[in-house]
């Protein structure tokens, strides 16, 4: 029988004990928006999943490529919103304000 020198033997555990670290891997974050209307306002819902405003980070809202709002929650209401068409942009961002790479675009048409 062959023996393992204490190097090579080293090597194993040492791979053995890495292959179980680092493996729990987390979900990737998910969004999806929605826009209704709600007499003059326009309300924009968010929401998400492996991921949570307040605590992983905080959800940045663009309406028609403007920046609109920096919000630490779920809903966020335009009040006295003009009618007219349009692009809600939603973007998921860390503590460092910087775009973690999921966001969504929805059209939506806010009637007199």
């Not at 555990?13 to 007499?39: D, F, I, N, W, Y």
């Not at 779920?74 to 068409?85: A, F, K, L």
Request: hydrophobic share 40%; proline share 5%.
């Amino acid at each position: 029988m062959r023996r393992l020198s204490a190097t090579a033997l080293a090597a194993l555990l040492a791979a053995a004990l890495l292959a179980g670290c680092g493996s729990k891997e987390t979900a990737a974050p998910k969004l999806s928006v929605q826009a209704s209307q709600e007499g003059t306002s326009l309300v924009v819902r968010v929401s998400t999943e492996n991921w949570q405003p307040g605590k992983d980070g905080h959800v940045h809202i663009y309406l028609n490529d403007g920046p609109e709002a920096m919000i630490y929650g779920y809903t966020y209401t335009v009040p006295d919103i003009e009618p007219g068409q349009y692009k809600i942009h939603v973007e998921l961002a860390n503590t460092r304000h910087e775009n973690i790479g999921v966001s969504e675009t929805i059209y939506f048409e806010v009637k007199p």
